[in-house]
């Protein structure tokens, strides 16, 4: 069987970098070609330090896809830059996978009709984490019986956006079960996401972490989820490019790809 040719967007970043780590050793995957606003001009596998591929950082997706033929791109960027990129891959019926937060859900359900036209798979998750999905799929469980929550997410201090897209989406997960009334505790407390409290925290030494707090009388129970380095998130990644080829349409939520 022929390998998957690759393309990463945001090559440089701290994704990035570990996806070359990790598609440079895995005999179904080719990486052609990747894409970033730093590092731009300079080897991929130097960058990454894996040694020389022969590959070089580009700045623009559009001017790589006039040179190589991707069967998909892999976005690990920032949310406007990430918008535009399924932009241009529905545009040149490219399959995408998008890891970056931060989107809004409504500008992607906006799109939902222009990716089946394109007859293409385009895969968002907030979280690539097998563990922190499942971690959501349990909280969704408790929700039945515990309905007091809040959120605290704990990341590295360089995040840019905050509340994180993966407390959001649990969130909004937890609020499909609650069925809560939104608009009312809108203006309640301004870190009250789809009626859910969600605490921020940013700090050195920290990856991805997350605490959904339920809270009953005389009792409380946490489920913890921690992202102790970012390979993590690589068997969720690994999985979402299995699956790339067979998908047409939007799918948003790695569960969604574990059923
Ligand atoms: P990072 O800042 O280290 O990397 C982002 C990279 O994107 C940088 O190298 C930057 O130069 C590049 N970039 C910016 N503008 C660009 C453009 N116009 N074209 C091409 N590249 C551009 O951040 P990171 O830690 O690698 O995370 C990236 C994104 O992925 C964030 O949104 C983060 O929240 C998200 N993330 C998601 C998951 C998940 O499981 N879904 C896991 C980790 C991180």
Redesign the pocket.
């Known amino acids: 069987m022929s390998k998957l040719k690759v393309i990463i967007?945001?090559?440089?970043?701290?994704?990035?970098?570990?996806l070359v780590n990790k598609i440079v050793k895995d005999k179904d995957l080719q990486l052609i070609g990747g894409?970033?606003?730093?590092?731009v001009g300079r080897d991929i596998g130097e960058v990454a330090e894996v040694g020389e591929l022969g590959i070089k950082v580009v700045?623009?997706?559009v001017c790589l896809l006039e040179e190589t033929s991707p069967e998909v791109i892999l976005d690990?960027?920032?949310?406007e830059?990430?918008y535009?990129?399924i932009l241009t891959a529905v545009k040149n019926h490219i399959p995408i996978i998008?890891?970056?937060?931060?989107i809004p859900l409504a500008k992607l359900q906006a799109l939902k009709e222009e990716i089946e036209n394109a007859n293409i798979g385009v895969i968002i998750?907030?979280?690539?984490?097998i563990g922190?999905v499942l971690s959501i799929l349990i909280a969704q469980q408790v929700a039945h019986y515990l309905r007091d929550v809040e959120i605290i997410e704990l990341?590295?201090s360089?995040?840019?956006?905050a509340p994180?897209?993966?407390s959001l989406y649990t969130a909004q997960k937890l609020n499909e079960v609650f069925k809560k009334d939104i608009e009312e505790s809108k203006n309640t407390k301004s870190h009250i996401f789809y009626g859910i409290p969600i605490h921020s925290v940013r700090l050195p030494g920290l990856v991805?972490h997350q605490e959904i707090i339920f809270g009953g009388e005389g009792q409380v129970l946490t489920i913890r989820h921690d992202?102790l380095s970012?390979e993590s998130?690589w068997p969720?990644?690994k999985l979402a490019m299995t699956k790339i080829k067979e998908i047409k349409g939007l799918v948003i939520g790695?569960e969604n790809l574990l059923k």
């Open positions: 967007t945001g090559v440089a970043g701290k994704m990035g970098r570990m894409v970033d606003i730093k590092e700045d623009k997706l690990f960027t920032c949310s830059v990430a535009k990129h998008v890891g970056t937060t931060g998750a907030p979280n690539f984490s922190a990341h590295h360089q995040k840019l956006d994180s897209g993966t991805a992202s970012r998130f969720g990644i790695l």
